[in-house]
């Protein structure tokens, strides 16, 4: 070989050597790229599973949604299982009404009481909360059935005649406490008694204060009896969910004048 036609050859060779260098990135690149192209298909693969997920998150946000669709209808004020329900002197309830969600409350109590499980939450944590404040809150009486309360109104009329039982105690059938959503509560400063004074007492302050950020309002507020039909109660409290409570304190109103009728 000449050295012109060795060059010739050197240079042919490093032509055929650059090309294979090029084919064989062009592989690796294509082979990268199908294995992206797996990957994204993966991927795609994975996208159903994540859009299967959408309709959990879907379920999740309507489940967050529920409750103010629940609270919607909580404003029902004529539904004996709404948490809105209105009984008074004007606004009876069945007999035959007895709430299907009973529980005992697992709190200090004078004795055997239970609310509504939704009650009985939300008195859980405003006990809680009077404890972290360093006051011990009983359950008095929670739930009464219609027998119930019709002995104890009977009992009221044989002490204070009628129109005193009137004022203290609600006929058979115009109950809260047949609800399941009224509790009346009491402490040691007033010897475990339903008394007046308990308003002024720390824990009847702490009661007004701040039951209803726990869902429960101060039912019978002093300077309303024309209105809501009874004595100040400073210890029974009713339960309305924590956004309605919260209106109801900040409105300042009774719950009759709070809905608008009586
Ligand atoms: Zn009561």
Redesign the pocket.
């Known amino acids: 070989m000449r050295i012109k036609d060795k060059k010739r050859f050197v240079i042919a060779c490093s032509g055929l050597v650059i090309l294979l260098i090029l084919i064989i990135v062009v592989v690796i690149i294509g082979f990268g790229h199908k294995n992206n192209t797996n990957g994204s298909a993966d991927n795609q693969k994975n996208l159903p599973s994540s859009a299967a997920q959408t309709p959990t998150s879907n379920k999740s946000e309507s489940a967050t949604n529920s409750p103010s669709k629940s609270t919607e209808t909580t404003m029902d004020i004529t539904t004996t299982d709404s948490l809105t329900m209105l009984v008074n002197k004007n606004h009876p309830i069945p007999e035959s009404y007895v709430p299907a969600d009973l529980i005992t409350v697992d709190l200090p109590s004078t004795r055997d009481t239970q609310l509504r499980t939704v009650a009985a939450a939300g008195l859980t944590k405003l006990f809680d909360a009077a404890s972290e404040a360093g006051l011990e809150l009983y359950c008095c ?1 929670g739930y009464r059935s219609y027998e119930t309360q019709s002995e104890l109104y009977d009992w009221n009329v044989s002490t204070y005649g009628v129109e005193g039982a009137d004022l203290v105690s609600a006929q058979p059938g115009k ?3 047949q609800l399941g959503l ?3 509560v009491t402490s040691a400063s007033v010897d475990f008694d ?1 008394l007046e004074s308990f308003g002024t007492t720390a824990e009847g302050q702490f009661i007004k204060d701040n039951a209803y950020k726990y869902g429960f309002i101060v ?1 019978y507020p002093q300077g309303k009896t024309d209105i809501t039909g009874y004595a100040y ?1 400073p ?3 009713r339960y309305l969910g924590v956004d309605v409570a919260t209106d109801i304190y900040n409105s300042g109103k009774t719950m009759e004048e709070y809905f608008g009728t009586n």
């Open positions: 009486s109950s809260e406490h009224a509790m009346d339903l039912r109660e210890w029974h409290l």
